[in-house]
């Protein structure tokens, strides 16, 4: 017997990366391929429990879409349904409209849902199918930091993008003879900074696994002119911090943005390293350069293969699950395994020790 054809909704939430794109056409081609309609949810969960602007996804919707950063749907880092940020006369509270996301998928007519994110969004995504929604998850973050999947997608484009500034900032540098230290996101995790770093050949790498003392970044730059190798490069973890101080963090300009947003560290170390060692030295921050952009043919591949491997996933009416790749295969896991615990760079992992093997200074 034919089973019956399903309506899906697919949304995007959280902070946006390259290959979101490339997911949604994923879960568009291989629900159409058999029989499946798909309705696009713009803006997240807002989305959800305000339905205005969703609509089917057509072939043309999706088309040439592949390669393109960002999400067509549109994305929040607010919106969450069980912590609903309301300001008044200039005061924000909370509220739970978690049954306005519901009544929102009922009136949509969905069967099932996708929901594309990070753990902000897998975290909301679990809670709605404790609620009763059948959902399956999709993980993206650039920081790489999601312990149920070996990689996600958008991080080797944010490592390839932060890579190439490293790769232009030598030249800049060696003809000022000046210490660039360059700011990288990832927040709680150092999984950027230590790739691009050893791909961007950095002499210093500081991340927020190892609490970093300044004398040790100081004896490593000093060490570098005392060689007569008159320039050098750092690459500051946005969450980095000093032994035995707290993080970097700015003021967010997002009302009712519950996370933190961290930022600050490369401003501040290099002063530090000019007030010790007399050096010039300049400091950047890639910000969300970091997050745009094509995504990376690896991106491309892995956000197509959990497009794809989602839709398998409600075919097979496993519900409350996340797609993650473990290789050679991209499974599923519930999603309770897969929000809550933060993958951290091992301090006996091999990036970390083949850095120590090249010579570059983790400021410990
Ligand atoms: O989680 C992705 C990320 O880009 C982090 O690396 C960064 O700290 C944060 O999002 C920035 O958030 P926003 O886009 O709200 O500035």
């Not at 932060?162 to 995790?189: C, F, I, N, P, W």
């Not at 997050?291 to 075919?315: K, S, V, Y």
Request: some cysteine.
């Amino acid at each position: 017997m034919r089973k019956k054809a399903r309506r899906i909704g697919v949304l995007t939430g959280g902070g946006d990366c390259p290959g979101l794109n490339a997911v949604i056409r994923a879960v568009v081609k291989s629900a159409n391929n058999i029989g499946w309609t798909v309705i696009g949810i713009k803006k997240g969960f807002e989305g959800l429990m305000d339905p205005k602007n969703d609509r089917v996804l057509e072939t043309q919707d999706i088309s040439g879409i592949l390669n393109v950063g960002g999400t067509i749907l549109g994305t929040t880092n607010r919106g969450d349904p069980f912590k609903y940020a309301v300001t008044k006369n200039g005061k924000t509270t909370y509220i739970d409209r978690s049954d306005a996301a519901i009544k929102g998928f009922k009136k949509l007519g969905l069967d099932a849902l996708v929901c594309i994110g990070g753990d902000g969004t897998l975290t909301i995504a679990k809670q709605l199918a404790d609620k009763g929604i059948p959902l399956v998850g999709v993980p993206k973050t650039i920081d790489n930091d999601l312990s149920a999947t070996v990689i996600t997608f958008g991080f080797d484009t944010a490592v390839s993008t932060a890579t190439e500034a490293l790769d232009k900032l030598h030249s800049t540098a060696e003809s000022h003879q000046r210490v660039m230290v360059v700011e990288v996101m990832g927040r709680y995790a150092g999984w950027i900074a230590l790739n691009s770093g050893i791909a961007g050949g950095a002499d210093v790498i500081l991340i927020p696994e190892i609490p970093f003392n300044m004398d040790k970044v100081c004896e490593k730059v000093n060490a570098r002119y005392k060689m007569k190798r008159n320039f050098c490069i750092v690459v500051a973890a946005e969450g980095a911090k000093p032994k035995g101080a707290g993080m970097f963090t700015k003021d967010s300009a997002t009302p009712g943005r519950v996370e933190v947003l961290l930022g600050g560290i490369a401003e501040w170390v290099a002063k530090e390293i000019h007030n010790r060692t007399g050096r010039e030295t300049r400091s950047l921050v890639l910000g969300h350069l970091q997050r745009g952009g094509n995504p990376t043919t690896f991106d491309r591949l892995l956000a197509t293969r959990f497009g794809a491997a989602a839709i398998r996933t409600l075919r097979e009416n496993k519900f409350g699950e996340m797609v993650c790749l473990r290789p050679p295969q991209v499974i599923s896991v519930p999603l309770i395994e897969a929000i809550g615990k933060m993958k951290s760079v091992p301090l006996d992992s091999d990036e970390i020790i083949t850095g120590r093997n090249m010579g570059i200074s983790f400021g410990d």
